[in-house]
């Protein structure tokens, strides 16, 4: 059990650039989650897919947030002209249906300088 | 809307003593509950949830009850250990079963 996988663990970037985080679910999970958090908050979700599928999005993921999970498997998320205020902790999760407790990651601390 | 509230940001406790969670939450169409631990730059991880048609769930030191009149759920932790220490995330899952709504969590400190 390899657990849910994050890269990178840490990314600091200036205002204005692009990054892309990844994600790597637990091999039989066919649902994965990316949640934000920040500092003395909770985890707020932002999207989830079911397999290649994206099935919901939060108000927060802005036209500059975009994810992916294109057979399946691995997830990236991606920020476009980052903010300061996307300064948080992306984490991700998977669990292997609806209704299913939800395994995390340790999440992509990033910073936008 | 804050549809899941934990009103205590943090929480000391003595070793060997009980340790008392509490969080609240705003929305009957909750059907199940659940307790994170997060430790710092690690992910949250599971502990313990509870079901809304019952009103108590026990695994080994930990307990959770539920108040569903007054929308209302308790973590209790008995003995506390300085292992405990830690942030404490509550989160209800919404009846369509696809996400979590968590709460802001309450730091933890047991003291040894």
């Known amino acids: 059990d390899t657990g849910v996988s994050q890269n990178p663990r840490h990314k600091i970037t200036k205002r204005g650039q692009n990054v892309t985080f990844r994600c790597d679910p637990i091999s039989e999970h066919n649902r994965l989650y990316w949640y934000r958090q920040t500092l003395g908050q909770g985890p707020e979700f932002l999207t989830y897919f079911q397999n290649e599928a994206q099935l919901e999005k939060s108000r927060l993921l802005s036209d500059r947030f975009s994810a992916e999970r294109p057979k399946g498997s691995f997830s990236t998320l991606e920020i476009q002209r980052t903010e300061q205020g996307d300064s948080a902790m992306y984490l991700c999760a998977s669990n292997a249906g609806r209704g299913e407790k939800l395994f995390f990651g340790s999440g992509t601390q990033l910073s936008v300088l | 809307d804050q549809q899941v509230k934990q009103n205590s940001p943090s929480l000391s406790v003595q070793e060997g003593r009980i340790s008392i969670l509490n969080c609240d939450y705003t929305n009957s169409m909750f059907d199940y509950f659940l307790w994170y631990k997060k430790y710092p730059a690690e992910g949250p991880t599971f502990l313990i949830s509870i079901s809304s048609i019952k009103d108590k769930n026990e695994d080994g030191r930990f307990t959770v009850f539920l108040n569903k009149s007054a929308k209302h759920l308790s973590l209790h932790i008995v003995p506390s250990q300085p292992g405990d220490s830690a942030v404490y995330f509550c989160?209800?899952?919404?009846?369509?079963?696809?996400?979590?709504?968590f709460g802001a969590g309450t730091i933890l400190r047991v003291k040894s």
């Open positions: 989160a209800a899952r919404a009846l369509d079963g696809n996400k979590l709504v």
